[in-house]
């Protein structure tokens, strides 16, 4: 009985490996989809709100995108105030965090699943160990999906130590060109592309549980 919890224990770190580098992949991929942006500076008529015609608010969203992969202060000088420019510089620092998790995936992950055949895990442990994962996530983001804009300024709390966050819709074009429902979008296609992730994951444990790899023990045929 100890071992087979011993065991889920393990699958269950290992799924928030799996799980962290899933969402470190998503979140990679939706904050530099520029149809994404372009889109919704549409939708929201960002042209009407900002006075800046469509070419230049695309113009824009490109800078901001590199910025996020380099963190280079002079692409957001020629369009942003100071505060923006500070809170854009923490936001740089959580996607070099977010790269920090992808790395750290890459590297564990093939380590882990090692590990965890050679302290006796199978199929079976990992597939329950990811179930109750699976079961965690839907319900965080079926509570987040109640009420975005509370987790919203929850996310920032807990992320930023200061409040340059907080900016003016009056007179800050960031917010401007940002509004809370494009964070949303966003979260749901992060949301979602976590999910289908964990879907085909699940797929695979469930094949392995019925024994379509061979046996029941990870990775047997071939070590």
């Known amino acids: 009985m100890k071992s087979i919890v011993f065991q889920i224990v393990l699958g269950f770190l290992l799924s928030i490996l799996i799980f962290l580098g899933m969402l470190s992949g998503a979140i990679q991929k939706t904050s530099s989809n520029q149809e994404y942006y372009f889109e919704k500076f549409e939708e929201n008529n960002i042209s009407q709100v900002t006075g800046k015609t469509k070419a230049e608010l695309n113009h824009i969203?490109?800078?901001?995108?590199?910025?996020?992969?380099?963190?280079?202060?002079?692409?957001?000088?020629k369009y942003f105030n100071q505060r923006e420019i500070l809170h854009m510089e923490d936001v740089y620092q959580l996607m070099v965090l977010n790269k920090m998790i992808w790395y750290i995936f890459l590297i564990f992950i093939i380590p882990g699943f090692y590990v965890f055949y050679r302290l006796g895990g199978t199929w079976k442990e990992l597939f329950v160990s990811n179930l109750f994962l699976l079961f965690l996530l839907l319900l965080f983001f079926g509570i987040i999906s109640l009420n975005f804009s509370k987790a919203f300024i929850i996310f920032h709390k807990i992320f930023f130590q200061n409040d340059l966050w907080i900016l003016n819709p009056e007179t800050d074009l960031m917010i401007q060109m940002l509004p809370e429902n494009f964070f949303e979008g966003m979260a749901k296609k992060i949301g979602i592309l976590v999910l289908l992730g964990q879907l085909i994951y699940m797929i695979i444990l469930s094949l392995g549980?019925?024994?379509?790899?061979?046996?029941?023990?990870?990775?047997?045929?071939?070590?």
Not at 61 to 77: A, Q
Not at 213 to 220: A, E, I, M, P, V
């Open 209 to 223: 549980k019925a024994g379509f790899f061979g046996k029941n023990s990870l990775y047997r045929r071939f070590l």
């Open 61 to 77: 969203g490109k800078d901001l995108i590199k910025y996020l992969k380099t963190g280079e202060n002079n692409l957001l000088e």
